[in-house]
């Protein structure tokens, strides 16, 4: 199965300031997505990637706070804009496998704190 | 959509108790259902899945889950809990998506906590 590798695995970051995080996938895959854990709380998903095309988001989050890039079948990014303290939390992009062996893979998380 | 539930936010049990976490998902077709495990300042790992094959599926770690459509329910068992298995429990199911692919819809977790 693919084994994404996610960086930076940590940051403290000032306020107003931008943050892209990176993540690479050791095959060639369709989708990422990207996701959120804010402290205490599960997963949400932010948005997902397709290569070649523009990220679809899910309801209350947006393109100019989060932008992502994909541009090609084995990376992507996701940036955070313009940070805030409530933007501390622990992203997550992942992957979908199809066939047998249907499931998905994270990445290691990258625990943001906005100071 | 889809939506996942998790009763209990919290689960206490002595080692070598049993436990249980229970899930249960909204659909009206057959889902694939996921239990992950998230260790303290860690990823997530992959418990068990389920994929409409046999619907009792065991997992790593002496974990396993029965699909049970009639009750919509996809519930966490371990027949001897270790001081190891204090950890958060995420229980998620894809939804489909109309491009094709399918998107994970995670449960709000349940910390389970081992006491000696």
């Known amino acids: 199965s693919a084994v994404i590798s996610q960086k930076p695995s940590r940051d403290i970051c000032q306020r107003g300031t931008s943050l892209t995080i990176q993540c690479q996938v050791d095959?060639?895959?369709?989708?990422m997505f990207w996701y959120r854990q804010q402290p205490g709380q599960s997963l949400t998903l932010i948005a997902t990637?397709?290569?070649?095309?523009?990220?679809?988001?899910e309801s209350g989050f947006v393109i100019d706070k989060f932008p992502i890039s994909r541009p090609n079948l084995t990376f992507s990014t996701l940036t955070v804009s313009n940070m805030s303290p409530e933007d501390s939390s622990i992203y997550l992009c992942?992957?979908?496998?199809?066939?047998?062996?249907?499931?998905?893979?994270f990445g290691s998380g990258t625990r943001l704190t906005v100071v | 959509a889809q939506s996942v539930t998790q009763l209990g936010s919290h689960v206490s049990v002595s080692e070598g108790a049993l436990v249980l976490l229970r899930c249960n998902y909204s659909?009206?077709?057959?889902?694939?259902l996921f239990w992950y495990v998230q260790y303290p300042n860690q990823g997530l790992q992959l418990l068990l899945k389920?994929?409409?094959?046999?619907?009792l599926v065991k997992g790593i770690n002496g974990f396993e889950a029965e699909f049970k459509k009639s009750e919509t329910s996809f519930h966490l068992t371990k027949p001897s809990a270790h001081m190891s298995d204090a950890a958060e429990y995420f229980c998620?199911?894809?939804?489909?998506?109309?491009?094709?692919?399918?998107?994970?819809?995670f449960g709000t977790g349940t910390r389970l906590l081992v006491s000696p």
């Open positions: 992942s992957t979908e496998r199809t066939g047998l062996n249907y499931g998905y893979t």
């Open positions: 095959s060639q895959v369709t989708m």
């Open positions: 990637a397709n290569q070649g095309s523009e990220a679809t988001y």
């Open positions: 659909s009206s077709v057959p889902p694939y």
């Open positions: 389920y994929t409409s094959a046999a619907t």
């Open positions: 998620a199911v894809s939804e489909a998506q109309g491009t094709g692919f399918q998107k994970l819809v």
